[in-house]
T-cell receptor, first 112, second 113 residues
Framework: NAGVTQTPKFQVLKTGQSMTLQCAQDMNHEYMSWYRQDPGMGLRLIHYSVGAGITDQGEVPNGYNVSRSTTEDFPLRLLSAAPSQTSVYFC???????????FGPGTRLTVL | GQQVMQIPQYQHVQEGEDFTTYCNSSTTLSNIQWYKQRPGGHPVFLIQLVKSGEVKKQKRLTFQFGEAKKNSSLHITATQTTDVGTYFCAGLENNNAGNMLTFGGGTRLMVKP
């Protein structure tokens, strides 16, 4: 099993550009989530999904969209990148919130 | 909304010294999880605590969940250089709408050999 995979590993964008961060898991997990990690601020939840076709907002959803058309994939879209979105983005999956969260390797995003 | 605070933010220790990080929630938690993130890596699950007053051990690591289920601690005995990293707690709020894990800001542990 590959676990949770994320692409790309690194990305540089210009302000106003859009892009999609990819996340996939092969563990048949229902729960998937996206976090951003900024220095000294821990992990903040952007969006999450409790199953295919169901998504909801987390703590910091503005500027991001998600969809969950399959159990395996949970892409995160940046609509119009801003410097404030410079961060490390982690995708995670699990069988539920009461269980271990499996994190992907992360995407380091810089917005100029 | 729910807030989870962790202290200290940073801790430098000499190899062999003990280390403790504390996690405090503004609301009662149904469970708390602990993760370790090595420098440049991703968070990796360590343990989950569910019961009031629960204590769990993993070799040199001891995890506690407070009686009121609003705080938790991680204690490492006789630190080693392999313990270097950032330790995060993550709590699930104890209400019917609790669908989000809230992470603390983390404690970064540095160990001098």
């Amino acid at each position: 099993n590959a676990g949770v995979t994320q692409t790309p590993k690194f990305q540089v964008l210009k302000t106003g550009q859009s892009m999609t961060l990819q996340c996939a898991q092969d563990m048949n997990h229902e729960y998937m989530s996206w976090y951003r990690q900024d220095p000294g601020m821990g992990l903040r939840l952007i969006h999450y999904s409790v199953g295919a076709g169901i998504t909801d907002q987390g703590e910091v959803p503005n500027g991001y969209n998600v969809s969950r058309s399959t159990t395996e994939d949970f892409p995160l879209r940046l609509l119009s990148a801003a410097p404030s979105q410079t961060s490390v983005y982690f995708c995670a999956s699990s069988t539920g919130l009461y269980n271990e969260q499996f994190f992907g390797p992360g995407t380091r995003l810089t917005v100029l | 909304g729910q807030q989870v605070m962790q202290i200290p933010q940073y801790q430098h220790v000499q190899e062999g010294e003990d280390f403790t990080t504390y996690c405090n929630s503004s609301t009662t938690l149904s469970n708390i999880q602990w993760y370790k993130q090595r420098p440049g890596g991703h968070p990796v699950f360590l343990i989950q605590l569910v019961k009031s007053g629960e204590v769990k051990k993993q070799k040199r690591l001891t995890f506690q969940f407070g009686e009121a289920k609003k705080n938790s601690s991680l204690h490492i005995t006789a630190t080693q250089t392999t313990d270097v990293g950032t330790y995060f707690c993550a709590g699930l709020e104890n209400n019917n709408a609790g669908n989000m894990l809230t992470f603390g800001g983390g404690t970064r542990l540095m160990v001098k050999p």
